[in-house]
């Protein structure tokens, strides 16, 4: 992703116009993406691979690459940031795309927080594509501001361009890991969906331009068909002759979250990206966003 200029408090205001919450997204091209407050520009919607081993990650990965799909969510503790990095050598091999076009983002183990500038090294080595797009703390845990501090370290000496957190609910949770921080996470990644939406979260940091990004935008697995049966969503869907896949993902994006469905089917990978040719209505936003019931589905 490219560098871009930084302009005060950071998020860009670019085209379309089809933003209701507050972060405007770049939708001129098949990856619209935000202007995060590090500078860089990062895919609004990716594909996420957990539980998915070395080789279908590869393969994931690669599927999504050929769909238009700029953005790729991994971490150490999956296991599969080898078969990512694969995946995304392949694209580049037969000229798809340039190690500039692609996002990718990894995270800390827990495990690792007490040793985490080596950590950031072994996920560089695993990936295999020289830098890393964001870094995130994967969860809260023992030594966690100190992990922050090597990510800290890791973009300074050029290993990473922007970092952030995973799993940091409240304003006080955010607090508490940048007291000492020089910069200010660029992203929150939380579980987040259509039946817990981190609202007040979002609001809150406006004022640091951190965005929010969505882990189990479809509930996760053993919820999806919860959500897309949801009668709200189904009727949404029928109006717009889409799935109810791509009216949730369409619900995060226009709410001004990243998204990031897991797939590991060549299908849903196709149909989940096909979302940038329509757009809800504010009626159809407010219902939505009405169907929060703060109900988790996690609690890691
Ligand atoms: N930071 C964290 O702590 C954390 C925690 C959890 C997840 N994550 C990240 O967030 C990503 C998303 O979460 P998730 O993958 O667990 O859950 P999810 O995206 O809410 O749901 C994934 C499930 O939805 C199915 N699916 C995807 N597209 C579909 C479609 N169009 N129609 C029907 N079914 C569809 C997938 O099956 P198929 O494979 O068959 O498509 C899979 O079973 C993860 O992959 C991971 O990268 C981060």
């Given amino acids: 992703m490219k560098r871009a200029i930084i302009f005060g408090?950071?998020?860009?205001?670019?085209?379309?116009g089809c933003s209701s919450g507050g972060v405007n997204i770049m939708e001129e091209s098949?990856?619209?993406?935000?202007?995060?407050?590090?500078?860089?520009?990062?895919?609004?919607?990716?594909l996420g691979t957990w539980t998915q081993d070395?080789?279908?990650?590869?393969?994931?990965?690669?599927?999504?690459?050929?769909?238009?799909?700029?953005?790729?969510d991994t971490a150490r503790y999956y296991g599969n940031e080898a078969g990512v990095g694969r995946g995304v050598m392949r694209a580049i091999r037969e000229g798809i795309i340039t190690r500039?076009?692609?996002?990718?983002?990894?995270?800390?183990?827990?495990?690792?927080?007490?040793?985490?500038?080596?950590?950031?090294d072994?996920?560089?080595?695993?990936?295999?594509?020289?830098?890393?797009?964001?870094?995130?703390?994967?969860?809260?845990?023992?030594?966690d501001e100190e992990a922050y501090r090597a990510l800290e370290r890791g973009v300074m000496a050029g290993k990473i361009r922007s970092i952030g957190i995973s799993n940091y609910y409240t304003p006080s949770?955010?607090?508490?890991?940048?007291?000492?921080?020089?910069?200010?996470?660029?992203v929150v990644q939380n579980e987040n969906h259509i039946y817990y939406q981190n609202t007040a979260l979002q609001e809150y940091l406006k004022?640091?331009?951190?965005?929010?990004e969505s882990w189990y935008p479809f509930g996760g697995r053993g919820h999806t068909q919860e959500l897309f049966?949801?009668?709200?969503?189904?009727?949404?869907?029928?109006k717009h002759g889409r799935t109810p896949a791509q009216i949730i993902l369409r619900w995060h994006i226009q709410s001004g979250y990243i998204a990031i469905p897991g797939s590991k089917n060549p299908e849903h990978i196709r149909e989940n990206i096909n979302i940038f040719d329509f757009a809800l209505t504010n009626d159809e936003m407010n219902i939505i966003s009405g169907l929060d019931r703060q109900q988790r589905f996690e609690l890691w």
């Fill in 30 to 46: 098949s990856s619209p993406c935000v202007r995060l407050n590090s500078g860089y520009d990062m895919p609004v919607l990716g």
């Fill in 229 to 238: 049966s949801d009668k709200a969503i189904t009727e949404i869907a029928a």
């Fill in 122 to 143: 072994s996920s560089l080595q695993a990936l295999g594509l020289g830098y890393v797009d964001l870094m995130l703390i994967h969860q809260p845990g023992y030594n």
């Fill in 100 to 120: 500039g076009d692609i996002f990718i983002t990894s995270k800390i183990m827990p495990g690792n927080y007490s040793d985490a500038d080596n950590a950031i």
């Fill in 207 to 212: 004022r640091y331009g951190t965005i929010i």
């Fill in 54 to 72: 070395n080789g279908t990650a590869e393969n994931s990965v690669y599927t999504a690459i050929c769909e238009g799909y700029r953005l790729i």
């Fill in 9 to 16: 408090i950071m998020v860009a205001v670019m085209s379309a």
């Fill in 173 to 186: 949770d955010f607090e508490r890991i940048t007291r000492n921080a020089s910069i200010i996470p660029a």
